[in-house]
T-cell receptor
Framework: DTAVSQTPKYLVTQMGNDKSIKCEQNLGHDTMYWYKQDSKKFLKIMFSYNNKELIINETVPNRFSPKSPDKAHLNLHINSLELGDSAVYFC?????????????FGSGTRLTVV | KQEVTQIPAALSVPEGENLVLNCSFTDSAIYNLQWFRQDPGKGLTSLLLIQSSQREQTSGRLNASLDKSSGRSTLYIAASQPGDSATYLCAVAGNQFYFGTGTSLTVIP
């Protein structure tokens, strides 16, 4: 059973399009995250939700909008895609924010904007 | 703001060698430190998690240590194998989760 699953795994789209990436966790965790991994492989947090409430919102363009319909899901919607949005996006979850139990990551979504 | 640095950025060793990867962080107020492995084009696999109250954790050929006061952690890999080739990331959990810059390891058969 996949603990944290993201879809799609790969996404190729044209500039200006709107796209969504979905994330689901079946671990019963309260907190979910979106991370962006750039071309230099550096991972940076974008958003964090705890029990459907936004708790971390790093400085990202407001074209990026997370949505958490319930604590097991955290989707990422991106409007007006730009070339610089090309990256790998990782979803993760933990029992609590900064938890004692560590973080579990999804396998990533490779977004390519052309 | 927490800064996490890993040294070296890349490492190439012959098979069978023991090796140490280093991770340093600037803010010692952390809940835990976690070591991950990332294979090319793949996601992150958790290797070891060390709570802030612990000094080390072991799993198979891997041993991770944590010295909070000096802001350092090491990942020791014994008897390296070609299958160990990957990027190794450390991450510290405080109010947020901060990743290091990663060490790209190549084990040469």
């Amino acid at each position: 059973d996949t603990a944290v699953s993201q879809t799609p795994k790969y996404l190729v789209t044209q500039m200006g399009n709107d796209k969504s990436i979905k994330c689901e966790q079946n671990l019963g965790h309260d907190t979910m995250y979106w991370y962006k991994q750039d071309s230099k492989k550096f991972l940076k947090i974008m958003f964090s939700y705890n029990n459907k409430e936004l708790i971390i919102n790093e400085t990202v363009p407001n074209r990026f909008s997370p949505k958490s319909p319930d604590k097991a899901h955290l989707n990422l919607h991106i409007n007006s895609l730009e070339l610089g949005d090309s990256a790998v996006y990782f979803c993760a979850s933990s029992q609590l924010p900064g938890a004692d139990y560590g973080y579990t990551f999804g396998s990533g979504t490779r977004l390519t904007v052309v | 703001k927490q800064e996490v640095t890993q040294i070296p950025a890349a490492l190439s060793v012959p098979e069978g060698e023991n090796l140490v990867l280093n991770c340093s962080f600037t803010d010692s107020a952390i809940y835990n430190l976690q070591w991950f492995r990332q294979d090319p084009g793949k996601g992150l696999t958790s290797l070891l998690l060390i709570q802030s109250s612990q000094r080390e954790q072991t799993s198979g050929r891997l041993n991770a240590s944590l010295d909070k006061s000096s802001g350092r952690s090491t990942l020791y890999i014994a008897a390296s194998q070609p299958g160990d080739s990957a990027t190794y990331l450390c991450a510290v959990a405080g109010n947020q989760f901060y990743f290091g810059t990663g060490t790209s390891l190549t084990v040469i058969p």
